[in-house]
């Protein structure tokens, strides 16, 4: 039996639960229960504690560019989140949202009204994440709870996407990383039309539909279905363009998993469980790179969308891709680690090339030597992964 066909029987066998069915609308009074049905995992990985609480790797660059004060940070904070489009956690900001959520503002470790203290302690968890300091951001905001947790767990995806050194590592990071999301979004169950909280709503999904991408884009077929990832991140990612139609990393969230699934399981069974359109890998990532053209994660996912889909036929575009995100300037430490893996990922790609194999086979052995060798292949201080 070919691997082609075992996929095809389990797309049929599971096709009931994958469709991505977008959710309704439901009034304000059910937001915990759709807050829950939103962030609900079939079979999420046990967490292991021994791997959770290992030492972290510390990151390859200088900070002392990437350190800024509170006062730059709340100055260049719209240019900082041109991507992300988080909203700043001012005072007022914080204030709102722990009145609205009060299982928010208990989880605080400091339960009192000064607002001013509340949004410097949520500030010096960014600060702490702008310079690299992903372990300590990671760390204090965990500490400090409420929405100091948000940039807590931004610190933690980015760090078992980028430095964590094995693959299991990153896949258990991430798994607590979607549980922590889970929670928070419990917490602050926010729903479509809320025009006040729609930053809020775009923020949670965001964060919980990229650390499910990438647990499960080298998942095996099997696992990515009884796991229920293709509809978690599918879904994560329509809400969040029904709320913000233009929003540059839900469309390219949106367009790179759609490529995963086209990748693994190909064009035809891609369409059937998940709607999966070929056309996504250039039209919504081309939207994306308009709106955000010197962002280096936009430029290289655009690139592995390209070989994901069109495989050999793309490679040269998918080339340039990595060319231009591996030129980017990086304002902080999260887009000096994207630029880092465009650098990798681009090696990959043109030692790929040089060797004439096709690209099917060359995806094939990058995932057979990850699980293997137990390597975490994003990670930007290892080696890349070259063939002859």
Avoid at 59 to 67: C, G, K, L, S
Avoid at 197 to 208: I, K, N, Q, S, T
Avoid at 224 to 246: C, D, K, S
Avoid at 315 to 323: D, G
Wanted: include cysteine; glycine fraction near 4%.
């Amino acid at each position: 039996m070919t691997i082609r066909n075992l996929a095809w029987m389990l797309v049929l066998a599971v096709l009931p639960v994958c469709l991505p069915l977008p959710l309704e609308a439901a009034p304000l009074d059910q937001a915990y229960d759709r807050a829950k049905a939103t962030f609900a995992q079939r079979s999420p990985l046990p967490l292991d504690e021994a791997v959770l609480d290992a030492p972290w790797v510390a990151v390859p660059f200088d900070q002392a560019p990437f350190t800024y004060t509170f006062e730059e940070i709340a100055a260049n904070w719209s240019r900082f989140m041109r991507g992300l489009q988080l909203p700043f956690p001012s005072p007022e900001y914080l204030q709102s949202r722990y009145q609205r959520f009060p299982a928010l503002f208990r989880d605080l470790r400091y339960q009192d009204d000064d607002w001013e203290q509340h949004s410097r302690n949520v500030l010096e968890v960014w600060q702490a994440f702008f310079r690299g300091d992903l372990r300590h951001a990671r760390d204090l905001g965990n500490r400090y709870g409420g929405y100091a947790r948000v940039p807590a767990m931004v610190s933690q995806i980015i760090y078992a996407t980028y430095l964590a050194p094995t693959q299991t590592q990153k896949q258990q990071l991430l798994q607590q990383s979607i549980n922590d999301m889970a929670w928070f979004g419990e917490n602050a169950p926010v729903l479509p039309g809320d025009e006040l909280l729609e930053d809020d709503y775009c923020m949670v999904r965001l964060g919980f539909g990229y650390a499910v991408a990438r647990l499960a884009e080298d998942e095996s077929v099997p696992a990515m279905l009884q796991r229920n990832y293709g509809p978690m991140v599918i879904n994560a990612a329509t809400e969040m363009l029904g709320v913000e139609p233009q929003h540059p990393l839900a469309l390219s969230l949106y367009a790179a998993f759609e490529a995963n699934v086209l990748r693994r399981v190909g064009k035809a069974a891609g369409r059937l469980t998940f709607e999966a359109d070929s056309r996504d890998a250039t039209e919504l990532f081309e939207t994306s790179v308009n709106k955000v053209p010197d962002l280096a994660i936009v430029r290289y996912e655009y690139a592995n969308s390209l070989l994901y889909t069109f495989r050999d036929e793309q490679a040269q575009q998918a080339i340039a891709q990595l060319m231009l995100a591996a030129q980017l300037p990086a304002e902080y430490s999260m887009e000096w680690l994207d630029r880092a893996y465009a650098r990798k990922r681009l090696k990959e790609v043109q030692a790929w090339v040089d060797s004439g194999m096709s690209f099917a086979r060359f995806d094939r052995k990058r995932r057979k030597f990850m699980n293997r060798a137990d390597r975490n292949l994003y990670a930007v201080n290892q080696a890349p992964f070259l063939v002859n």
